[in-house]
C-alpha cells in the first residue's frame, strides 16, 4: 500500500475554534496551576479549574456547553470570557509502517509537524516545540528552515490533543517525546507548562517516565529543567569528540561534551535514572570503531543508554546513512563495554516523518510573532541572527 493522504483541510481555515474573538483567553493555554490561578481571578471556585481541565483534555470536550456538571450560568461567564482553540489539520498522512504524520497550522500561518509512532502496545506522539529552529545542527532538516518562534503552551499541548482524537480507539498514546521541530529547553517556560498537562491525571495521565524531553545540550537550562521537572532525559550526542561535535552541533561550541555530560549527571543523580543518548548514524562521518570506541570511553561513568539512529536522508544533504552492517559493529563494541544500546528502527521515512526529516513550514523567518524566542535563547548565551534572510543562532561569546 503506498502512503496515503487521508485528510486535506484548507489552508485558508488556520483553526478549529469554537470561538474567534481574540480577546478572549485559550483555555488551552493553561496548566491545572494556571487554570486555578484563572478560575479564582474570575472570582468562581477552584474546582470549576479541575472540571474544565477534565473536560477540555480528558474528554476533549471545546464547546462549554456540553461542560453539563458546571452551571449554566458559568458556561454563559465562560463563553463571553474564553474559548478553547485547536491547531488545524493542513495534512493528514499515514506512512506504510501505520505511522501517521499531521501537518498542523498556526494562527500566524507557521506550519508545524507531529509524529504519531506505533508499536505493539506502545504509541509514541513525537510533539514539536517551535516553529524551525535555531541551533543549526548540520544533519537536521528542521535546521534548514532557519528559526521563527517559539510554540505558546496551547500550540504544543495542542498537538497532544488533535493526536489524542486522531489516533484510532485501538491505538493507545503512551509516550510523549518532545523530538520534534525546535529545541525545548530554548522554550523552556511553555514546554514544562504542557508536560505538566501531559503528566496531569485530569489531561493525559502520562507517567514521568513516558514524557522525554531531547536536547541538543543547552547546560543552564538542563540544571534548571531538573530544578523544575522530572522528566525522562535524551540527549543529541551524535559525535564522541568536541572536534567532531562543534561541526554537527554547533551549540557545542558553547557548551563542549564536558560540561554536557556533567549536567546529565547531575540531572540523573537523584533517582539513578539513565539518560538517553542519541547518536545519528552518518556514513563515514562518526561511524568508525574508533569512533565507538571513544564514545564508550567517554560515557563510562555516566548512567546512560545509546540510541544509534540510521541517518535519514533529506533534499540537498551532504551526508548519507551508515550501512546496517557498519551500525551493528558499532554497537556491538558500545555492548561489550557494558551500554546498553539500541539501534532505533527508521519509522515513517516514506512520508517524511523519520527522526530529523521534519519541517513543517516556517512562514517568515526573519520576523517573529507573539513571545520573544530570544529572551529564553539569550539567556543561555545564544543569540538568534538574520543571515541571508535565514535565522540562525549565534553562539555568543564565541561567534
Ligand atoms: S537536531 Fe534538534 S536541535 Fe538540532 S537543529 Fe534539528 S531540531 Fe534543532
Redesign the pocket.
Known amino acids: 500500500m503506498k502512503n496515503t493522504i487521508l485528510k486535506r483541510t484548507s489552508a485558508n481555515e488556520p483553526l478549529e475554534t469554537m470561538s474567534t474573538a481574540p480577546e478572549k483567553i485559550n483555555l488551552l493555554d493553561l496548566d491545572r496551576g494556571a487554570m486555578e490561578a484563572w478560575f479564582v481571578d474570575l472570582g468562581e471556585k477552584v474546582f470549576h479549574a479541575r472540571q474544565v481541565l477534565k473536560w477540555i483534555h480528558k474528554h476533549q470536550v471545546t464547546d462549554f456547553d456540553a461542560m453539563t456538571d458546571i452551571s449554566k450560568s458559568l458556561r454563559a461567564k465562560l463563553k463571553d470570557v474564553a474559548c478553547v482553540k485547536i491547531p488545524g489539520i493542513v495534512f493528514d498522512q499515514a506512512s506504510d509502517d501505520g505511522t501517521r504524520k499531521w501537518l498542523m497550522e498556526l494562527q500566524c500561518g507557521n506550519r508545524i509537524e507531529t509524529v504519531f509512532i506505533p508499536e505493539g502496545d506502545r504509541g509514541t506522539l513525537c510533539v514539536s516545540s517551535?516553529v524551525g529552529?535555531?541551533?543549526?545542527?548540520t544533519?537536521?532538516?528542521?535546521?534548514r528552515q532557519g528559526f521563527n518562534r517559539n510554540l505558546s503552551v496551547s500550540e504544543i499541548i495542542g498537538q497532544v490533543w488533535v493526536a489524542k482524537r486522531e489516533i484510532s480507539p485501538e491505538r493507545c498514546l503512551t509516550n510523549i517525546v518532545m523530538?520534534?521541530?525546535?529545541?525545548p529547553l530554548a522554550n523552556l517556560e511553555n514546554v514544562i507548562s504542557a508536560m505538566g498537562i501531559m503528566m496531569d491525571d485530569l489531561a493525559y495521565e502520562l507517567s514521568k517516565r513516558r514524557v522525554t524531553l531531547?536536547?541538543?545540550g543547552i547546560v543552564p537550562a538542563l540544571d534548571r529543567l531538573k530544578a523544575l521537572s522530572d522528566v525522562s532525559l535524551a540527549v543529541?550526542l551524535h559525535a564522541p569528540n568536541d572536534e567532531l561535535r562543534d561541526q554537527l552541533?554547533p551549540?557545542n561550541r558553547k557548551y563542549p561534551i564536558r560540561e554536557l555530560l556533567a549536567a546529565c549527571r547531575r540531572y540523573a543523580a537523584d533517582d539513578r535514572r539513565k539518560v538517553t543518548f542519541e547518536y545519528v548514524m552518518l556514513d563515514g562521518v562518526n561511524d568508525s570503531d574508533q569512533h565507538a570506541r571513544q564514545l564508550a570511553k567517554l560515557l563510562q561513568g555516566v548512567p546512560a543508554k545509546v540510541n544509534l539512529i540510521p541517518f535519514n536522508p533529506f533534499p540537498q544533504t551532504r551526508f548519507k546513512r551508515s550501512s546496517m552492517q557498519r551500525i551493528e559493529a558499532f554497537q556491538e563494541i558500545l555492548m561489550r563495554a557494558g551500554l546498553i544500546t539500541i539501534i532505533r528502527r527508521t519509522r515513517g521515512d516514506d512520508i517524511d516523518a523519520a527522526c530529523?526529516q521534519?519541517v513543517g513550514r516556517v512562514a517568515d523567518r526573519s520576523r517573529r510573532h507573539g513571545r520573544p524566542p530570544e529572551r529564553g535563547l539569550k539567556g543561555f548565551g545564544i543569540a538568534v541572527v538574520k543571515a541571508n534572510g535565514v535565522r540562525k543562532q549565534s553562539l555568543q561569546g564565541s561567534e
Not at 529552529?133 to 545542527?137: F, G, H, N, T
Not at 523530538?179 to 529545541?183: R, V
Open positions: 517551535q529552529c535555531a541551533l543549526d545542527c544533519f537536521c532538516s528542521t535546521a523530538m520534534g521541530m525546535g529545541e531531547s536536547t541538543a543529541s552541533v551549540l530529523g521534519l
